[in-house]
């Protein structure tokens, strides 16, 4: 919640936190990650070399997959997420973390977005299987998209998409306890349509990721 935007209350973090002190309100706070040294991939560039600035919708995507425990098992959740407005293009959620699950999220993502929208994209991931693979390249040498890749044993190279799924387990999915799978799928539409629609971002001038992006897409085209 922003309480500049609802309430055209403007206090500064000091005077927020002296508040949520006196009423025993207190932040959830994501641990950060440990960084491993860089090894190059033998046939994949890394285009991104850790610069996640992006000047554009589309410029610059991050993919990856994660894992959702539920109480029948492991769910896995792909996503795609673009640097320049933090949105979530597209993700899905399976049983198996195997190609289909990642092609399909890269197919989704193409459709939803037109190519002229996404002239010279770059998609980055890391150096799964999934994304080293040969139908995965072909994939998106057909679509034109340019295939970018983490250094080995580096997560700090795909780190925008590795804080969104930080950001859902710890804002969403570990406040709950024994899911099912179904709760877990549920979940993850429910606040991804939040971090989309809804959560306002310092980064963003306090705009969602869906606001700030619609007004660099309304004014490109």
Known sequence: MNIKAIYGIQLTNSTIYRYMKIMNISSIIRKKKKKYSKVKHHKIPNLIKRDFNATKPNEKWSIDITYIHTNSGVEYLCAIKDMHDKSIISYNQSRFMDNTLVLLTVKQAIKNVPYKQRKGLILHSDQGFHFTGVQYGLLLKNNKIRRSCSYKGSCVDNVPIESFFSA???????????????????LVDNYIKYYNYDRLQEKLKELTPIQYRHQFLVASF
Request: charged share 30%; glycine share 0%.
């Open 168 to 186: 859902l387990k710890t804002e969403c999915i570990y406040l709950y306890k024994n899911i099912n799978r179904e709760l877990s799928k549920t």
